[in-house]
């Protein structure tokens, strides 16, 4: 099995509201991510967390504030948003080794901030 | 600086063309070079890992081969199912980070 699930699968927030967008892998995975992608654009990276902790800050805003609760999970919790980071956010897991293995994703949550 | 340059940006071509993509890399201590395909809206779909110089790994219609410095996904008589994005990523040493390209929009057209 190899996959990711996110949830929710929609999401439209005010730009006052807090909101959090959930990952679950079940592969035993020890690296996940959070990717943001616009329209057109490729996946580019927020996030890495290795061994639950943050490894990877990719100077994201504040605004974004992830948290890995444990080995199959990450949360990234949502606080006054932009109408601009309305996008794709993307959640991946990989193996963590050496030697690069691929990473998978998950369908994404499209976030709508209004 | 890592860099992955996919080409061409877009490409159709009509049911049963065969076709070539292109992703040029310069990727410090390459770890793997990844192939994907995205359908709008979707997360990315792992398709292909590739390790070293001469490495070819086929799936179906589709074979993704490697060199020192380029990776081609060859499309063999594709069918419009097999429109969409396609994308290349590179993992360097020490670094969990994966390099994406741009893409390549892809329409095949019955």
């Known amino acids: 099995d190899t996959e990711v699930t996110q949830t929710p699968k929609h999401l439209v927030m005010g730009m006052t509201n807090k909101k959090s967008l959930k990952c679950e892998q079940h592969?035993?995975?020890?690296?996940m991510y959070w990717y943001k992608q616009k329209a057109k654009k490729p996946p580019e990276l927020m996030f890495v967390?290795?061994?639950?902790?943050?490894?990877i800050n990719e100077s994201v805003p504040s605004r974004f504030s992830p948290e890995c609760p444990n080995s199959s999970l990450l949360n990234l919790h949502l606080h006054a948003l932009q109408p601009e980071d309305s996008a794709l956010y993307l959640c991946?897991?990989?193996?963590?080794?050496?030697?690069?293995?691929?990473?998978?994703f998950g369908q994404g949550t499209r976030l709508t901030v209004v | 600086e890592d860099q992955v340059t996919q080409s061409p940006e877009a490409l159709r071509l009509q049911e049963g063309e065969s076709s070539s993509l292109n992703c040029s890399y310069t990727?410090?201590?390459?770890?793997?070079l990844f192939w994907y395909r995205q359908d709008p809206g979707k997360g990315p779909e792992f398709l292909f890992t590739?390790?070293?110089a001469g490495e070819e790994k086929e799936k179906e219609r589709l074979k993704a081969t490697l060199t020192k410095k380029e990776s081609f996904l060859h499309i063999t008589a594709p069918k419009p199912e097999d429109s969409a994005t396609y994308l290349c990523a590179g993992r360097g040493s020490g670094t969990y980070k994966y390099i994406f390209g741009t893409g390549t929009r892809l329409k095949v057209l019955a």
């Open positions: 990727v410090s201590g390459l770890r793997g």
């Open positions: 592969m035993g995975h020890r690296a």
């Open positions: 590739l390790y070293s």
């Open positions: 967390y290795s061994y639950e902790k943050l490894s």
């Open positions: 991946a897991s990989s193996q963590v080794v050496s030697v690069g293995t691929e990473a998978f």
